[in-house]
């Protein structure tokens, strides 16, 4: 069974920075691949960046530039550093897990896993 906790949400005010965290467990090495997913206020969830799987990422073109994606496999954890962070970041971020096979995607129907999520609230 695979299981992604989520960590690293919080407040911050504008320009400020954020790390996430996914931890993943439950599945062979390339099994699956993660990406971070988002669900602002009142908004379907959206693709932010996500693993490729060979060692390179996906950024959706709001995180390009300010978001990077870092993993660490001998830790089994995906991070999602954000930087100069701006109120319209304010959401529920999600980790999310997708066959392996699946390269280079931020479609939400390509993801059969999902964490619990992290709230981060940027003000003004």
């Known amino acids: 069974q695979v299981q992604l906790t989520e960590s690293g949400g919080g407040s911050v005010q504008s320009g400020g920075a954020l790390r996430l965290s996914c931890v993943s467990s439950?599945?062979?090495?390339?099994?699956?691949?993660l990406g971070w997913f988002r669900q602002l206020p009142g908004e379907e969830r959206e693709g932010v960046a996500a693993?490729?799987?060979?060692?390179?990422?996906t950024y959706a073109e709001a995180a390009k530039g300010r978001f990077t994606l870092s993993q660490d496999n001998a830790k089994n954890t995906l991070y999602l550093q954000m930087n100069n962070l701006k109120p319209e970041d304010t959401a529920i971020y999600y980790c999310?897990?997708?066959?392996?096979?699946?390269?280079?995607?931020?479609?939400?129907?390509?993801?059969?896993?999902w964490g619990q999520g992290t709230q981060v609230t940027v003000s003004s």
């Open positions: 693993a490729n799987g060979d060692g390179t990422f």
């Open positions: 999310a897990a997708r066959p392996g096979i699946i390269r280079n995607s931020l479609v939400l129907s390509d993801y059969n896993f």
């Open positions: 439950g599945y062979a090495h390339g099994a699956y691949s």
